[in-house]
T-cell receptor
Framework: EPEVTQTPSHQVTQMGQEVILRCVPI?????FYWYRQILGQKVEFLVS????????KSEIFDDQFSVERPDGSNFTLKIRSTKLEDSAMYFC????????????FGSGTQLSVL | DQQVKQNSPSLSVQEGRISILNCDYT??????FLWYKKYPAEGPTFLIS?????DKNEDGRFTVFLNKSAKHLSLHIVPSQPGDSAVYFC??????????FGTGTRLQVFP
């Protein structure tokens, strides 16, 4: 079965540093998402991306965050200047349609900001 | 922001019995509801969904019930199996591109 792959699985960074989290969505999918889960809390929506632009974003997704689809296969989340509270598991997801049905999630990148 | 609530953090059920996981929501604009299952060190996996025009959807051992007047949905797993042990997330959407998740219920199915 096709799957969403995320790299790295773990990322440790110093506060104030930039990080880029990488994702390879399922190849024929058109809608891409980032979610995150802070330890012990719920999974939170960050951003959705379609047709090379952001379609929805949450209040969490401020100017420190950006997303990009630099080529036909990768989808990245950049955090420009990380804060301690950015420490979380970040999940990439993709879907073939717009109705959130059967979002396919990656295994996540555990980001630890020290 | 507690639009989707799962009030039971954990549930323990004997193998072969029914597991009932509950979810409440507050936003009447939600029109699509989903259940995801999550194992440790993995991303959430889609399980079953229901649109607001229905009150029941069934897929094998999994059935989701929606009570719009009570703003409540539930997931029934019958019979429960040890491999069903995982964290189950309820999710809802009013905007097609945005899912709101609950906090999850950890289900443990014991022999």
């Amino acid at each position: 079965e096709p799957e969403v792959t995320q790299t790295p699985s773990h990322q440790v960074t110093q506060m104030g540093q930039e990080v880029i989290l990488r994702c390879v969505p399922i190849s024929n999918h058109l809608y891409f998402y980032w979610y995150r889960q802070i330890l012990g809390q719920k999974v939170e929506f960050l951003v959705s991306f379609y047709n090379n632009e952001i379609s929805e974003k949450s209040e969490i997704f401020d100017d420190q965050f950006s997303v990009e689809r630099p080529d036909g296969s990768n989808f990245t989340l950049k955090i420009r200047s990380t804060k301690l509270e950015d420490s979380a598991m970040y999940f990439c997801a993709s879907s073939g349609g717009r109705n959130n049905e059967k979002l396919f999630f990656g295994s996540g990148t555990q980001l630890s900001v020290l | 922001d507690q639009q989707v609530k799962q009030n039971s953090p954990s549930l323990s059920v004997q193998e072969g019995r029914i597991s009932i996981l509950n979810c409440d929501y507050t936003n009447s604009m939600f029109d699509y509801f989903l259940w995801y299952k999550k194992y440790p060190a993995e991303g959430p996996t889609f399980l079953i969904s229901i649109s607001s025009i229905k009150d029941k959807n069934e897929d094998g051992r999994f059935t989701v019930f929606l009570n719009k007047s009570a703003k409540h949905l539930s997931l029934h797993i019958v019979p429960s199996q040890p491999g069903d042990s995982a964290v189950y997330f309820c999710a809802a959407s009013a905007i097609p591109d945005k899912l709101i998740f609950g906090t999850g219920t950890r289900l443990q199915v014991f022999p």
